[in-house]
């Protein structure tokens, strides 16, 4: 059974930064990759990084990529989104989630799904 399990979150100041970090189990294969999505109350979710298992592709949404960085750490199963410069609008649940191949932003091609984790940005 894959597992994804998150950590990292909390309530935060607008400008100040965050980790975020989502520990793989039972898969660690390079046929996936690992992407960062959130939902904000009464939004749709929506996409935010993602990266392949070796690091070397990433994708960020336009909103984000001048601020957060996605990253991995292969000894450890786990990838982390930094973030910085949070601003309100940051404020959702976020997830991380396993998706194809080749890095996507749909949401659909993810098949597993980590709890969740809440990230509160005050202005």
């Known amino acids: 059974q894959v597992q994804l399990v998150q950590s990292g979150g909390g309530l935060v100041q607008a400008g100040d930064s965050l980790r975020l970090s989502c520990a793989a189990s039972?898969?660690?294969?390079?046929?996936?990759?690992l992407g960062w999505f959130r939902q904000a109350p009464g939004k749709e979710r929506e996409f935010v990084a993602a990266?392949?298992?070796?690091?070397?592709?990433?994708y960020y949404a336009d909103i984000v990529k001048d601020r957060f960085s996605i990253s991995v750490d292969n000894a450890k199963n786990t990838v982390y989104l930094q973030m910085n410069s949070l601003k309100s609008e940051d404020t959702a649940v976020y997830y991380c989630?396993?998706?194809?191949?080749?890095?996507?932003?749909?949401?659909?091609?993810?098949?597993?799904w980590g709890q969740g984790t809440q990230v509160t940005v005050s202005s």
């Open positions: 990266i392949t298992w070796n690091g070397m592709r990433t």
């Open positions: 039972n898969y660690t294969s390079s046929r996936y990759t």
């Open positions: 989630g396993r998706g194809p191949e080749r890095p996507s932003s749909v949401v659909s091609k993810y098949d597993y």
